[in-house]
Nanobody, 116 residues
Framework: QMQLVESGGGLVQAGGSLRLSCAASGSLFEIKDMAWFRQAPGKQRELVAQISSGALTDYVDSVKGRFSISRDNVKNKLYLQMNSLKPEDTGVYYC??????????WGQGTQVTVSS
């Protein structure tokens, strides 16, 4: 089972930037599609960005043009560059496989707080 450790969150003012990292242990990271999810206070966890094993990317409309997902298959790491942050981007961010669900293993996440 792939272990996931997210980092890089913090408190930032609206308009600022953060870069999140996800360290994935285990084998065959390079052939796995990966994604970033976020869970805002009082809301369900949602997928915000995903990247295929071939580095094709997709984003939820609310972050298009502001967020960029990338991966380093040598280091087994996943990244999320977040620019022009908005208060509505506040939440706990998690990395996982795109189809991960409630019953899946989840890391501890990293808190992102955007102040207005």
């Amino acid at each position: 089972q792939m272990q996931l450790v997210e980092s890089g969150g913090g408190l930032v003012q609206a308009g600022g930037s953060l870069r999140l990292s996800c360290a994935a242990s285990g084998s065959l990271f390079e052939i796995k599609d990966m994604a970033w999810f976020r869970q805002a206070p009082g809301k369900q966890r949602e997928l915000v960005a995903q990247i295929s094993s071939g580095a094709l990317t997709d984003y939820v409309d609310s972050v298009k043009g502001r967020f960029s997902i990338s991966r380093d298959n040598v280091k087994n790491k996943l990244y999320l560059q977040m620019n022009s942050l908005k208060p509505e981007d506040t939440g706990v961010y998690y990395c996982n496989r795109p189809r991960a669900g409630i019953g899946s293993y989840w890391g501890q996440g990293t808190q992102v707080t955007v102040s207005s």
